[in-house]
């Protein structure tokens, strides 16, 4: 994406989707349902996984570094990883709700997180819906079954998960 | 030369000089009037020598008659057989008259043939010169005609297309072209273009999806009224082609 000062513009990503065809223009606003809600998880649930090996390869690197001769692959039990990738997916999803609205995930389903006024989110409720996400993530089941499209953090936190194809 | 282009009139300047001109010209214009008497004196002369020579031709006819005749005798015969014209005189003087007279004429013939020939480019240089070669094919000449007549297959044939790319620089030619067509903001655009279809293609697919899961799901629990799907904020729908409740079409 090129701004107009004729620079990258890194706080978005590089897929660049032009304009919205008429067949969705119907459907932008409107919440949401489960098969996009959980496609974009996914999505996001593969973005922390990778960051997660990168930390662990960086790790990695920095113990070979500092005694190469008793170097060995560090081994984490399962607390340890499921904490770090907690960690790490509450920073990821606060950080993309605050900044652009959307993770990755998100953006490439086309989706949009808002709160009650139709607004993006502010920092509270982008790091209360994060933590909502982390520790509770079967509620966007409840998605299916809400007449309104919801999950059970968008109950909570009176928030909305919409299309929105634009920028 | 400099004085002429400094005073292109024909005439001389007036002034301190003219007096010094014009004797030159009074004396060329006396030569002339004497050449012309002279050219007179010639033409009365000449004049004189024809009437003489009538005078003697009407008095001497009939001795004329009697030497001509056998010469006019002998060409009557030797004219069909020009191999043996030098045969048919009766009289030995005119066949030698008759032989220098060929060999002259040969002789002049080929001093002029020659003549002219080494005049020939030349005259055919300053012709060109005089012509415009370029209009004048252009307005004469039918060059479709002359073009269609062209065998272009056999030109072809006889090109010879392995020492024309002998000499050509594959590798400047190759940059050449790279440079010329901006090959990776044509790789950028044509990725980013389908980059874009397939992200767009995904979206419908998912919206179909939710749309299919959101009807079963209110089947099965008996829900007659539809969801209320539309958010706070929201514009709502702006296009009558998506419903927002039935069945989307996906973008082929």
Redesign the interface.
């Known amino acids: 994406m090129r701004t107009a000062s004729g620079l990258s513009d890194r706080s978005q990503p590089s ?4 304009a919205v ?16 809600r959980v ?1 974009a998880s996914a999505v996001d649930l593969v973005v922390v996984i990778g960051t997660v090996a990168v930390g662990y390869l960086a790790v990695s690197m920095v113990l070979f570094l500092w005694d190469p001769g008793h170097f060995h692959f560090p081994a984490p039990d399962r607390t340890w990883l499921l904490t770090a990738g907690g960690v790490v997916l509450f920073c990821y999803l606060s950080v993309s709700w605050l900044v652009n609205g959307r993770t990755w995930g998100d953006f ?3 989706l949009r997180v ?1 709160n ?4 993006p989110l502010r920092v509270a409720g982008a790091v209360a819906r994060s933590a909502l996400c982390v520790v509770f993530p079967i509620g966007i089941l409840w998605v ?2 809400s ?3 919801r999950s059970v953090a968008d109950v909570v936190l009176r928030t ?1 998960v ?2 929105a ?1 634009g920028p | 030369m400099q004085e002429n282009s400094e005073n292109p009139r024909p005439w001389p300047r007036q002034g301190p000089r003219a007096g010094q001109a014009r004797r030159p010209r009074a004396r060329a214009q006396q030569a002339a009037e004497g050449a012309l008497a002279a050219a007179d004196v010639a033409i009365g002369i000449g004049d004189g020598a024809v009437g003489f020579a009538r005078s003697v031709l009407r008095l001497g006819r009939p001795l004329l008659a009697s030497l001509t005749s056998p010469l006019t005798a002998a060409a009557r015969t030797a004219a069909p057989l020009a191999d043996r014209a030098g045969q048919a005189w009766p009289q030995p003087w005119l066949r030698q008259a008759a032989a220098r007279g060929r060999q002259d004429r040969e002789a002049l013939t080929s001093a002029v043939a020659g003549i002219a020939l080494a005049r020939v480019p030349g005259l055919t240089t300053a012709v060109l010169n005089q012509l415009d070669l370029t209009a004048v094919v252009a307005e004469r000449m039918d060059i479709n005609a002359v073009a269609a007549r062209i065998d272009v297959d056999a030109i072809a044939r006889r090109v010879d297309v392995i020492a024309i790319l002998d000499r050509t620089d594959p590798d400047a030619l190759t940059r050449y072209l790279v440079e010329e067509l901006d090959l990776p903001a044509i790789i950028q655009s044509s990725t980013g273009s389908i980059m874009s279809d397939a992200v767009h293609d995904v979206r419908m697919q998912s919206i179909s999806a939710d749309e299919r899961l959101s009807r079963a799901v209110d089947a099965m629990l008996l829900r007659r009224r539809p969801r209320r799907r539309a958010a706070p904020g929201a514009a709502g729908p702006t296009s009558a082609t998506g419903t927002g409740n039935g069945t989307v079409r996906v973008i082929p």
């Open positions: 897929v660049h989707v032009a065809p008429p067949e969705a223009r119907g459907y932008q606003g409107q919440r949401a349902g489960l098969v996009s496609l490439l389903l086309g808002v009650y006024q139709g607004e299916a079954v007449r309104a499209n909305s919409v299309y194809w």
